[in-house]
T-cell receptor
Framework: QKEVEQNSGPLSVPEGAIASLNCTYS??????FFWYRQYSGKSPELIMF????GDKEDGRFTAQLNKASQYVSLLIRDSQPSDSATYLC???????????FGKGTRLHILP | KAGVTQTPRYLIKTRGQQVTLSCSPI?????VSWYQQTPGQGLQFLFE???????NKGNFPGRFSGRQFSNSRSEMNVSTLELGDSALYLC?????????????FGPGTRLTVL
């Protein structure tokens, strides 16, 4: 089992709709989770991090964490064409003290 | 505040050669992490340096090595290059006090091995 798994996509969402991105992780001891956005040809940039079970909101973005089910999700409300990018999920691997990235989900917002 | 800088931005080498990549972190950041990004494997952790010491290492062969200087600048070296080493190499800097400190990525070095 991959340590951090994401559906590679592409995920196509109409402009103005909610985009839902999902991620599962294998290390039950992981405590911290991150969502990065990477535009084509650019480097990743941090959108949000979440430590606690439940939801964390920041503007149009909401991160959700369910440690019992070992999944993290990112919701993007009122999707804009500028949200089209690859979204990388990352988890802190508690057992060996490093951050592991998923391969990313390509999101395409349809105008 | 200036961001993370990486040099060179592009590099073409042939198999068997070695290469050194450089990363200058954001001022005040003491941790530098290196990643390899390929379409097939995604973003893979190479190693992390903090205060001139390697604090963590990913699952890469010994051909991949690095170091960090007293000013927090870091270099990564790959010896005996293989075709499969062609990738985007990214470095990320953070304050370094905690593994969960926000990492800021540089623009990357695109390495092509022929």
């Amino acid at each position: 089992q991959k340590e951090v798994e994401q559906n590679s996509g592409p995920l196509s969402v109409p402009e103005g709709a909610i985009a839902s991105l999902n991620c599962t992780y294998s290390d039950r001891g992981s405590q911290s989770f991150f969502w990065y956005r990477q535009y084509s040809g650019k480097s990743p940039e941090l959108i949000m991090f979440i430590y606690s079970n439940g939801d964390k909101e920041d503007g149009r973005f909401t991160a959700q964490l369910n440690k019992a089910s070992q999944y993290v999700s990112l919701l993007i409300r009122d999707s804009q064409p500028s949200d089209s990018a690859t979204y990388l999920c990352a988890a802190e691997m508690n057992r060996d003290d490093k951050i592991i990235f998923g391969k990313g989900t390509r999101l395409h917002i349809l105008p | 505040k200036a961001g993370v800088t990486q040099t060179p931005r592009y590099l073409i080498k042939t198999r068997g050669q070695q290469v050194t990549l450089s990363c200058s972190p954001i001022s005040g950041h003491r941790s530098v992490s290196w990643y390899q990004q390929t379409p097939g494997q995604g973003l893979q952790f190479l190693f992390e340096y903090f205060s001139e010491t390697q604090r963590n290492k990913g699952n890469f062969p010994g051909r991949f090595s690095g170091r960090q200087f007293s000013n927090s600048r870091s270099e990564m070296n790959v010896s005996t290059l293989e075709l499969g080493d062609s990738a985007l190499y990214l470095c990320a800097s953070s304050l370094g006090g905690s593994l969960t400190d926000t990492q800021y990525f540089g623009p990357g070095t695109r390495l092509t091995v022929l």
